[in-house]
T-cell receptor
């Protein structure tokens, strides 16, 4: 199957700072990439849809100025959490779409804001 | 708005048993449905993908069925093993390649040795 990587796998940052998470499709080109968030004991919730070369589309309730998404190429999308707060602590997972619209997920990034 | 429900929320069975996990969705106009496995603190592993035109898919000891008209899917695991212990997630794609997935809350499965 197609492989998606994420970096870093975990990060701790102080409140008020920004942190960038990278999502790469290693062996396929992903025209569309998706960012999800998972709080403890909850399911994954779609945050935004990222299309190469265009602005991301955010789900209702997700602050686009706080969660900056850039999809600069067909293999790389980044999520930057700006001015992070403890309530932003979560598990962030990206996915890329492949043929037959099957989505392949990265291993996730655990963000802890202190 | 699509909603996905998974039953049961948790399940614990002895090794060797066959078991069924259930998933239901409110809007039957789906593009496809995926079953995933998630180990604690880890990402998702895709298990099976069923297109809206298909009735079932099989991979090894796993079989997933889809009844789009009734808004239901089941994941059947045969001859369960301790290594099958994980959370199983059902996710629906309602719009094709440009749409994200709507996930259920998952079934936490424990297989007792």
């Amino acid at each position: 199957g197609a492989v998606v990587s994420q970096h870093p796998s975990w990060v701790i940052c102080k409140s008020g700072t920004s942190v960038k998470i990278e999502c790469r499709s290693l062996d396929f080109q992903a025209t569309t990439m998706f960012w999800y968030r998972q709080f403890p004991k909850q399911s994954l919730m779609l945050m935004a849809t990222s299309n190469e070369g265009s602005k991301a589309t955010y789900e209702q309730g997700v602050e686009k100025d706080k969660f900056l998404i850039n999809h600069a190429s067909l293999t790389l999308s980044t999520l930057t959490v700006t001015s992070a707060h403890p309530e932003d602590s979560s598990f962030y997972i990206c996915s890329g779409g492949s043929r037959l619209d099957e989505q392949y997920f990265g291993p996730g990034t655990r963000l802890t804001v202190t | 708005k699509q909603e996905v429900t998974q039953i049961p929320a948790a399940l614990s069975v002895p090794e060797g048993e066959n078991l069924v996990l259930n998933c239901s969705f409110t809007d039957s106009a789906i593009y496809n449905l995926q079953w995933f496995r998630q180990d604690p603190g880890k990402g998702l592993t895709s298990l099976l993908l069923i297109q809206s035109s298909q009735r079932e898919q099989t991979s090894g000891r796993l079989n997933a069925s889809l009844d789009k008209s009734s808004g239901r899917s089941t994941l059947y695991i045969a001859a369960s093993q301790p290594g099958d212990s994980a959370t199983y997630l059902c996710a629906v794609n309602s719009g094709g390649g440009a749409d994200g997935l709507t996930f259920g809350k998952g079934t936490h499965l424990i297989i007792q040795p």
